[in-house]
């Protein structure tokens, strides 16, 4: 019974040594996973990456004169807003645009929230990373807040190195797709 015991003691310790994972030092502007790092979380394993490129040609919003309810700004939105518009929007719109691409072995972009393009700006943009363009504004998935009245059926844009807007749907911007790691 106790040669047992030791063999299933040993048997739990060479396991376990051998499971323990080495953690990748991964740092902002960094190639990673299909794309360029623009965020780490707290954690330093998960966060944001940007598509190397914008997509070819420049897209309208999607669904233009219909309030989406994607007005959520925040960290970690861009995947949800992008879900939400693509299943209620049947225009191919920029969330459509992203949400279908497949690029680097990868499927899951979207197009970023408000906050998110933020990130693309702050950590790649202003580090001359990431081949950003400042002569037009970039979509985001985040619709102007539906209590605005008219203007809820509009969208915020950023143009780099500038400001952040919003406007109508009807218009063609730019659009670069992001993922989470």
Known sequence: MKTLQIIMLLSIVFIGNGCKKSKQTLTIGQSYQGGIIAYIDQTGQHGLIAANQDLPSTAGWGCKGTVMYTNVKGYGKGLENTNKISSLCQDLGAAKKCFDLIQDGYSDWFLPSEIELSYLEENLFLANKGNFRTDSPYWSS??????????????????????????DKNGFNLVRPCRYF
């Open 142 to 167: 985040t619709e102007v807040d539906p209590s605005m009245g008219a203007q809820a059926l509009g969208a915020w844009l950023k143009i780099f190195g500038g400001s952040g807007l919003y406007t």
